[in-house]
C-alpha cells in the first residue's frame, strides 16, 4: 500500500508516515542552524554587542526578516520565561522605558504557557519556531483528514503550511500560526457531531481560540478568526436541518473560548484605551502594496537573496518602493501551491465548493492589499480592522486558504483521476497570465534592479525557474493517472520545493559569530536600581533579559502618558513606538500610498519642509537634566561616539560604503555647500578610515577651509582602529557661518596607504556636494565636532562594542528628602523612617494596575510629574510595598475559570449510575 494512499481516519498507524515526515521537516529545513555551521540568534543583530561575525554564503537576511524577533520577542519573552519560573506573573515589565506593562503588549507571548517557558534560553525562540511549524503541519494534516482526503492531499497541505513564508517574513507572530489549522477542525468537527445528531464535537474550538490568543499578536487571529468564520456561514449554509445544532456548539465553542483568554484580553484592551498606537491610529487603513512588489508572492527569489541590501546605484524611489514591500509583505505561495490551487478549481470534485469559497477569501484579501477601494472599504467595516496592519498579517490566512486549495486539488486527482486535457490547458493558461501580470507590473523596478545590481540576476534566474520548473512536474504529474509512483513523485515535488525554499532563506546567517557581554556585566555591578539610555549597544528591550533597567524601548502599544513625557522633557522628536538612541529621523514631505489615499479622497495633507531633526545625542545635550530626574546614570555610545560634544555629519549613507585608497603622497578633497552643516564651530574633524588590517603607516592630515579661513588637523595612522572614525583636531578652532560652505583636503603625504571611507550621498543631500570635481554621488563618511568647553561627563567603561558614561547626580528610584533616610530592598519595596510626614516618590510609571501598602495597610497611590508613582508618608518608621496587578484581573481570572469548568463539564461523558438489586433466593 502507498504511504499516502486514503484510509480511515481513525487508524493512527497508517498516518505514521506522513506524521513523521512533517515532524521532520522543521529540522531538515533548519539543519544547518541546529548543528551549529551557521548562527542566527537575533541577539546578534539587534542586540548590537556583537564583537565579530562570519563571512556568509549569502548576503541576506539570517533566516529571518522582520527584526522584531530579537527587539520584542526574544528578550520580553525571555523576562516572561524568567519570571514564570521565578512564581512571578509576568504583568510588569519594571526595565523598559520607565516600566510599562509586561503581558498585556501582547507582543511578548508572556501567558503562551507552556511554551513561553522555552524563551528562557538565548536559542529558545529557535526551539519555539520549529515547534510551531511542526504543530502547523499536524495540524494542517488533521484538518485534512477530518474533511475526508487523502493522505497525500492532507501530506501537501501540511507540509506546505508547515514551512510557509510567515515563519521567515514575520518569525515574531508565530504563536498564532498552529492554531488556525485547528480551528477550522473544531468547526469540521462540530458539524459533523451536528449532522449526525451527536453530542459535543466542539471541544477543540476553545482551545484553539485562546491559544491563538495567548500566542501574542491579536491581528493575525483576528484574521484568522475571519477565514474561520467564512468557513464557519460555507458550513452553516449546507447544514440543513442541523443548522440550528451546529449553530449552538460554534456559540459554546466561540464563547468558551474568547472567555478563557479573558485575563489577558482585558489587561491588553484596558492597555490600549490608555495608550498611544501610531501608526495604527491613521495609516494602516489605507495602507497597501505597490507594483514593484508583485511578483513576489509567486516568486520569492525575483529580486534576487531576500534581505540583501539595495544596490547602490539603484534611484532611491525604486530603492524605498522595494523595501516597502518586504517591510509590509504578506507572505508569498510559491508557484507549485499556486499552480495546484488553480488546479482545484479547474475541475469539479466533492470539495470544489470549499475551494471557491477559499478562492474568493483570497481575492478579496488579494484586491485590499494591492489598493483595490471597494475592497479597502468592505475590509475596513469589520470592527477594528482599520487600525490593524491587516495588509502585514493577512498572509497566514491567505497561505491556509491557498494550500488547502492545493490539497483539494490533489484530492480530486487521486479519487478521480488524471485532470481533463481541455480543463488543464485552461488552468495552464490561467497559471502562465497570473504570472506574466505579476512580472509585467514590476518589469520597470526588476529593470532598474538588475541593471544596479547585475550580479544577483544569476541567482533570481536560477532560484525562480527552479521552482516554475518543479510547479510544471506538479502540474505535469496530475495529468497523469495516480499511480503509487506518480503520488510519490508528487510528494518528492513538494518536499522539494517547501525545503527548498526555507533551507535557502537560513544561508544568508554568518559561520560564526560572537556577542560581547563586558558592558553588560559592567552595568550589573553597577547601575543599582538606576537607568541607561543607550544611543545604540544593548538595543532595546534586551536590558530587559538581564534584569538591568533602560529607558529605550520598542513596544506596540505604548503608554500615552510616556509619550507626552518623552516629547514635552527628553526628545521632541523622537519616535516614542521605537525610542532609541540610534532610531533614524524622518525626513519631511514623504509621499506614502496611505497619504496619496488620503489625496484621492479629497483630504489635503500640507507638505512639511524637508529637514532632518537634531539627532539624539543633540537632544540628550539639550536635556540633560530630564534624564538624569529619571534616574539614568549610564549613556551607552559606540566605542567612538561621544555624546557629548556638538557635531554635524555630512548627509551620507555609510552602507554600500566604497574605499578610497589614499596612497603616499595622495590627497582627497572635496567641497560643502552652504547650509549643509549645522555648526557655528569646528574643533575637530572625525574620518571614517581603514587601516588595512593595521598595516597603514604615516600621519593623515586634514585642512578645512570656512571663507577665507583655514585650520589643520593630523594624526598619526599607527594608533589608527581599522574602520573606526580617526580624530584629528585641528590646531585651532574654525568658525563657520551659515552663509559660507567648506572646502576639505586630506593628505598623506607618505608611509603605506590607508583607506578613507566613502559613502553614498542620501536623498536629502545637495548636488553639489561630491569628492572633489567628480561627479560620482559619494563623500567622505565624516563628521566635524565643536567641543564644549565645559566638563562633559567622561567614559567609565569601554571595549569592541560599546563606551559607557557616567551622567552626575541622578534621581535616586525612591526620594522622600529631605525628612525621610530611605533603605530599598529592590523596585517594589523600601523602608522609609521619616522625622515628619513626606511625600515619597518612586521613578515608576504610573498605572491603574498598581498598589501600595504601608506595614500592610492600603494606601491611596498617586501621579507626580504627570507619570510617576508617590505615597503620602506618615513620621516614623513605615515599610512600603508597592505590587502591580491589572484592572479586573480577579473578575476576569474568575470568569476564565467558571468558563474551563463548564468547557470540561460538557466535555465528559455523564457516568451511568445502574441500582444493583438482590435476586431473590430460592428456584
Known sequence: MSVFHPVAPHRLHHHLPPLILLIALPLLANALLLVGALHNNPALFAMFLTSSMGKRLLLAAPGWFDPTIGLITQPLGMLSAKDWLAGIVPWWNPYSGVGMPLAAEMQTLSFFLPFVLLLKSWQGWLILKLLMQMLCGLFMYALLIELRTTRLAAFVAGALYALNATFFLVPHVMGPLPFAPLLLLGIERAHRAAQDGRRRGWGLIPLALAYSIYGGYPEVAYIDATLAAVWTIWRFAGAGAARGR??????????????LTLPLMVPFLNYVRLSYLGTHATKYAWLWLLPPGAPVQLFPFIYGPIGAPSPPGLSPPIANLIAAYWVQSAGWFGPVAASLAIAALARPSRLRGLALV?????????????????????????????????MRFCGPAMEIACFIMAAIAVDAWQSQGAMPAARAKWAGIAAVLMALVALGAAFPALDAWFHAAPGRFAFAVT????????????????????????????????????????????????????????????????LGLERFYSLQPFGPNYPAAFRLAAIDENAS?????????????????????????????????????????????????RPQRAVIPPDQSAELRCHLAAYRAIGVKYVLTPPDQDPFVAGADLPVKPAARLAFALGAGGVLSGRVPAGVLDIDRIDRVDVLVGTYAGAARGTLRATICAGSGCSTGAAPL?????????????????????????????????????????????????DSLAVGESAVPRAPIMRFV?????????????????????LGQPRAFFTAAPV?????????????????PAVLLRLEAADPGWHARINGRAVPLMTAGSIFQSVALPAGREQIRFFYRPPFTRLSCAAALAALAIWLALMVDPIPITLSRTRPSGR
Open 820 to 836: 525621610c533616610r530611605l533603605t530599598p530592598h529592590g523596585i517594589n519595596a523600601v523602608d522609609a523612617d521619616c522625622t515628619a
Open 246 to 259: 451546529f449553530a449552538v456548539k460554534i456559540a459554546l465553542g466561540v464563547g468558551i473560548g474568547l472567555a
Open 358 to 390: 477559499l478562492f474568493g477569501f483570497i481575492l478579496v484579501w488579494q484586491a485590499r492589499i494591492w489598493g483595490f477601494t471597494p475592497a479597502i472599504w468592505l475590509i475596513n467595516l469589520i470592527p477594528a480592522m482599520a487600525k490593524t496592519d491587516a
Open 786 to 806: 565643536a567641543v564644549s568647553r565645559d566638563a562633559p561627563p567622561a567614559p567609565v567603561f569601554q571595549d569592541k562594542v560599546m563606551r559607557i558614561y557616567r
Open 463 to 526: 532560484a525562480s525557474a527552479a521552482e516554475v520548473v518543479l510547479a510544471g512536474l506538479a502540474f505535469g504529474l496530475m495529468l497523469r493517472s495516480a499511480t503509487r509512483r506518480t503520488c510519490s513523485w508528487l510528494a518528492i515535488v513538494v518536499l522539494a520545493d517547501t525545503l527548498g525554499v526555507a533551507a535557502v532563506t537560513t544561508l544568508g546567517a554568518p559561520r560564526r559569530a560572537a556577542l560581547d557581554l563586558g558592558g553588560v556585566a559592567y552595568l550589573q555591578r553597577h
Open 718 to 766: 599607527a594608533s589608527a582602529r581599522d574602520n573606526h572614525f580617526l580624530r584629528l583636531i585641528l590646531d585651532h578652532p574654525l568658525v563657520v557661518s551659515a552663509a559660507e560652505g567648506l572646502r576639505y583636503r586630506f593628505i598623506h603625504r607618505s608611509g603605506s596607504a590607508v583607506a578613507i571611507w566613502l559613502g553614498a550621498l542620501r536623498a536629502d543631500a545637495p
Open 557 to 605: 502599544p505604548v503608554s500615552a502618558a510616556w509619550n507626552r513625557y518623552i516629547h514635552r522633557h527628553l526628545d521632541p522628536y523622537a519616535d516614542v513606538v521605537m525610542f532609541t538612541g540610534s532610531q533614524a529621523r524622518v525626513l519631511g514631505c514623504v509621499l506614502l500610498p496611505h497619504a496619496a489615499a488620503a489625496l484621492r479622497n479629497g483630504i489635503f495633507i
